[in-house]
């Protein structure tokens, strides 16, 4: 006979302890199994915090390394000033005049529409600077409570490595002069702020009523670009975002089916530091987000409207593809907005659908009212019935060829002999696209070229503009009034591919360089002469698809090129004696000279992660929406050199990774050169 397993109550009891911790663990691994492999691929630093404030389960990745904040840290000022506020030293009806001197530029509504002498209460300016990230807000409100007492409020909450070190926009104010350098506005660490957060949740930050409001200002917070990218409209979301060129984060409290979690993605040192949609560092954070969600909500019940009726009041997905359908079936269609919530403009245009076809006009969608609709419009594009679906005979294409070139990503490549320039290979090179920040090769090669003509231009000094210091983008970090000599600044073109530096280089030389390369233009703008050269300069170089709109490569209309033609600039650029030792520099250390004659030094990073390997000679990388990942590249083997160009690779890994497999198959496979 055998004996039971469990044979008194206190066995079953520990058998479902051990079970449930197992559970625990298992779950934790299912998180990390599904994280880390986004955050290993990413182009940047990473650092990442999640606790399930009812369960405790939780998962970290670096999440007490000191990390940039960016606007994050206007959380922390906002928990200091309702600290003051609760301890009576504030007030949040305190009036706060603004002044013209306290408007900063960045993000905000303030300084572009509000004029001086507009009076706000302290929680109004909370209010903006959580809301809108308003930047004019944020120093309003640090004035009122100082930055020193932001840190040591931190400090009293076991957040050490959370500090704020100046005023948004003004390096002038701060109270560390080398924190500010290294990170900028604010520092902080995931796990500090998830903890933080969490004491939030749990209303001990300071009061319940206190944490009530600032919860409140936390989930109006109207960035939906990185935690909320790819959750549901109807998640419940408290947060604060951040975004400067090379950090972009977020935090905040977010509810799932099984209870609120406290999440916190921080990264930096990013490749790709383009502001615009499909910024990588947001991607990756919406993933983190949409992958926590999903694993926290998964064995839960399911939400929204499950009912067989739909009526005003109710949202999910259901009610958008109803609103979807309800567009495509009332003939003039209603143009309801997409949004998962049934509202009256949705209930009038059920009324009207049903009026339509001869039902009762309720305005609840019923039983009757969905077989009438028929079959959901779920996608922008209509669906087609399963049966055409089925009986759809799909073309099958020959076996790929195994003795030509590797699949890439990218939408053009070209590759030349190093030494000649000879064609060795290439695919739809001749395409017509845009190219990013592979720009500032032409942009180098015009000063480069320059140079050898006249080499003490590269002694001379540029002093930046404040239209060069706010060129969005990649950045080499040089702000208005600084100067640095020519040889310097090519650096900062070249390595972190600085859009500022291409811009000041372009002021500096275009009047001399439109004049000499005799240019007629009524163009004025030295940055427009600058341009005018450029595409002078490709005339002469036989770069006849190529045109130019800027000196950095940011998106224009017409400003494009080819794989082929990248090809001829780029090897006419290495035949430059100087142009090669800049490219294939990792890291440049230069000493910026400012108003007063004070310095600072800063350091120039090369964005080209071949140099990494050995036989690779540098050139340029670009990422743009519309170009996708760019590189032009040189590698060498013994005697001989390949330069290739790739235009769109998918990512920014990828388009090492295509280069890497373009090399391998030309080096191993040498085509006839042509």
């Known amino acids: 006979m055998h004996r039971p397993i469990c044979t008194s109550f206190h066995s079953y009891i520990l058998f479902a302890l051990i079970a449930a911790t197992v559970g625990q663990h298992l779950a934790a691994a299912d998180l990390k199994q599904q994280l880390r492999p986004i955050i290993d691929n990413h182009d940047g630093d990473v650092s990442v915090a999640i606790r399930h404030l009812t369960t405790g389960e939780s998962f970290q ?84 409570v100082g930055l020193k007492n932001v840190g040591s409020t931190m400090e009293s909450l076991g957040a050490g490595k959370t500090k704020i070190y100046a005023k948004v926009y003004r390096r002038d104010t701060t109270i560390a002069a080398a924190k500010s350098q290294e990170f900028g506005l604010g520092s902080t660490t995931a796990l500090e702020m998830v903890s933080l957060f969490a004491e939030l949740d749990a209303g001990r930050l300071i009061s319940q009523d206190a944490c009530k ?7 109006q917070c109207n960035d939906r670009s990185k935690l909320f990218r790819e959750l549901h409209s109807e998640t419940k979301l408290a947060h604060k975002t951040g975004a400067v060129s090379r950090a972009r984060c977020d935090a905040g409290l977010l ?35 949409n992958i926590t969600y999903r694993h926290f909500s998964l064995n839960a019940k399911p939400t929204g409207p499950t009912h067989e009726t739909l009526k005003n009041g109710d949202h999910g997905r259901v009610v958008e593809f109803l609103q979807k359908t309800l567009n495509v079936r009332l003939k003039p269609t209603p143009q309801l907005s997409v949004d998962g919530d049934f509202g009256l403009m949705t209930q009038a245009a059920v009324r009207r659908f049903q009026e339509q076809e001869e039902l009762d006009a309720t305005g609840i969608v019923d039983v009757a009212t969905w077989k009438a609709l028929g079959p959901l419009v779920t996608a922008d594009a209509a669906v087609p019935p399963p049966e055409a679906v089925n009986k ?27 030494s000649t320039g000879n064609i060795l290979s290439g695919e ?106 450029m595409n002078r300069t490709a005339e002469a170089l036989d770069m006849s698809s190529s045109h130019f709109e800027n000196p950095h ?45 004070y310095h600072r030094n800063v350091v120039w990073k090369n964005t080209n992660r071949l140099l990494g390997t050995k036989g690779y000679l540098g050139i340029k990388t670009g990422t ?49 050169r042509k």
Request: hydrophobic letters at 40%; aromatic letters at 6%; glycine letters at 6%.
């Open 61 to 144: 990745f670096r999440g007490d390394v000191a990390m940039p904040t960016a606007s994050l840290i206007k959380f922390p000022v906002m928990i200091e000033a309702y600290r003051q506020i609760e301890s009576g030293k504030l007030k949040l009806n305190q009036p706060i005049i603004l002044r013209d001197d306290d408007k900063v530029p960045g993000s905000g509504i303030l300084t572009p529409h509000f004029s001086a002498g507009t009076t706000l209460s302290l929680r109004d300016a909370i209010q903006l600077m959580i809301v809108y990230s308003d930047n004019t807000a944020t120093n309003l409100v640090i004035d009122q």
């Open 213 to 219: 409001r600032m919860r409140n200002h936390l989930s």
């Open 255 to 289: 509810e799932t089916a099984t209870g609120t979690v406290a999440i916190c993605v921080l990264t930096a040192n990013n490749e790709d530091r383009r502001f615009n949609n499909d910024n990588e560092a947001d991607v990756l954070i919406g993933k983190i987000a």
């Open 392 to 418: 759809e005979e799909l073309t099958t294409a020959e076996a790929e060829r195994l003795d030509g070139p590797p699949f890439v990503t990218c939408r053009a490549w070209y590759a030349v002999d190093g």
């Open 428 to 533: 739809n090179a001749e395409r017509v696209l845009d190219i990013a920040s592979t720009t500032k090769v032409m942009t180098a090669y015009i000063v480069f070229t320059a140079a050898k003509a006249k080499p003490t231009i590269l002694d001379e000094m540029v002093t930046f503009s404040e239209r060069a210091d706010r060129t969005p983008g990649s950045t080499a970090g040089v702000m208005a009034g600084e100067r640095v000599s020519v040889r310097e600044l090519l650096y900062g073109l070249l390595l972190p591919s600085g859009n500022d530096a291409s811009v000041a280089l372009a002021e500096h030389f275009g009047p001399r360089l439109a004049k000499s390369f005799n240019v007629a233009t009524a163009d004025t703008d030295p940055l427009q002469q600058f341009v005018n050269v």
């Open 553 to 597: 490569g940011l998106t224009a209309a017409g400003h494009k090129s080819t794989a082929k033609d990248m090809a001829k600039l780029a090897w006419s650029a290495y035949q430059l004696p100087e142009f090669g030792k800049y490219v294939q520099t990792r890291q440049r250390g230069c000493a910026l000279v400012g108003p007063g004659e």
């Open 624 to 672: 743009t929406s519309a170009a996708g990942a760019c590189l032009i590249s040189m590698s060498q083997r013994g005697d001989r050199t390949i330069l290739l160009v790739t235009l769109g690779s998918a990512t920014s890994a990828t388009r090492y990774t295509d280069s890497r497999n373009l090399y391998r198959w030309l080096w191993l496979n040498p085509p006839q």
